[in-house]
């Protein structure tokens, strides 16, 4: 079939890895961005200047967005409102699930659909192999633009409410967030003891590469609300978590991290979890 034209407004480092790609695979592509000397090196390379948010809009009917947040949409598409009407929007910046939503209402009230995308690779890997990305919205208008999104990479519709596929953008991240803190505080600890990043690397990447391995057994626990504890249950693991909570305290380095874990296994033992397994502290997480 024909290659559907594409705008793409916001020219951060995302938005640009995304224009390269799209003219790479022979996307007619309109971009416009705030400040407008970002475009210049993508305009040399073969895309569409616009001169303004709305002549970028009323380009063609797919519009993304790679903007900070969603509060940077209403700022952009406040000034081209009279061309919404019958595009479908984007929208490829990080936000919450709550504002997601209400820009799905505000798109729909001047008849323009959103589509919500979470890209999960960083600028560097954008349309690779290692590239997926996270969509909700209407099915329908999902499968009518899937070979275009394609280009930045692979698609996964993950449902209709416009929520959720910024719910898992965010899950992900917090798991890489969390992650790399955990990273960094282990390297603290020893740190403080004279180890260099460099020589702690290789105990921290087995460490890292192992934890996949638990992540099954956990799900199928949590799937079905049962933690059996023969194995490390939570006052043992509870217990770990103080004397690592001791361990940060007599080093003098910056406690919040194995605190707040540690606050997590002592209320699981409240709610009476002690003789199960670790996953039972998603109940805790879970009751908020
Ligand atoms: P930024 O978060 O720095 O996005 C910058 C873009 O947003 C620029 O085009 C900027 O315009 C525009 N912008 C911000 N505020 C406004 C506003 N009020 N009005 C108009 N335009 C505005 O860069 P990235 O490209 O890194 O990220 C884009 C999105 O992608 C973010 O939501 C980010 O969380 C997400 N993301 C980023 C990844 C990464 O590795 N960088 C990976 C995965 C997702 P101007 O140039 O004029 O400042």
Do not use: C
Not at 134 to 154: K, M, N, Q, W
Not at 166 to 179: E, G, I, N, P, V
Not at 223 to 231: E, K, T, V
Request: net charge negative.
């Amino acid at each position: 079939g024909e290659i559907e034209p594409v705008t793409v407004i916001g020219l951060g480092p995302m938005g640009q890895a995304m224009v390269r790609r799209f003219l790479a695979a022979g996307h007619r592509t309109t971009v416009w961005n705030r400040t407008p000397g970002r475009a210049d090196a993508l305009v040399e390379a073969g895309a569409v200047r616009a001169a303004t948010a709305g002549e970028a809009v009323a380009a063609n009917r797919l519009v993304l967005l790679s903007l900070t947040d969603y509060a940077a949409m209403y700022d952009v598409l406040g000034k081209a409102e009279a061309e919404l009407a019958g595009r479908v929007v984007v929208n490829l910046s990080s936000d919450t699930p709550e504002r997601t939503r209400e820009a799905a209402a505000w798109l729909a009230e001047r008849a323009a659909v959103l589509l919500t995308g979470g890209i999960m690779v960083p600028e560097e890997l954008v349309g690779t192999e290692a590239a997926y990305v996270f969509y909700s919205g209407p099915r329908a208008t999902f499968d009518a633009h899937e070979p275009t999104l394609r280009v930045i990479g692979r698609p996964d519709h993950r449902g209709e409410d416009p929520g959720l596929a910024q719910l898992y953008y965010q899950a992900q991240l917090s798991l890489f967030l969390t992650s790399l803190a955990a990273y960094l505080y282990a390297t603290a600890l020893v740190g403080t003891a004279g180890v260099s990043a460099t020589e702690f690397l290789p105990y921290a990447v087995d460490n890292a590469n192992s934890l996949s391995m638990y992540l099954a057994d956990a799900a199928r626990e949590i799937d079905a609300g049962r933690y059996p504890g023969d194995q490390a249950n939570v006052t043992m693991m509870g217990a770990t978590a103080d004397h690592i909570v001791g361990t940060a305290r007599s080093t003098g380095i910056e406690p919040a991290l194995p605190v707040a874990v540690k606050a997590l296994y002592d209320r699981a033992i409240a709610a009476g979890h002690g003789k199960d397994g670790w996953p039972s502290l998603y109940e805790v997480i879970r009751k908020g």
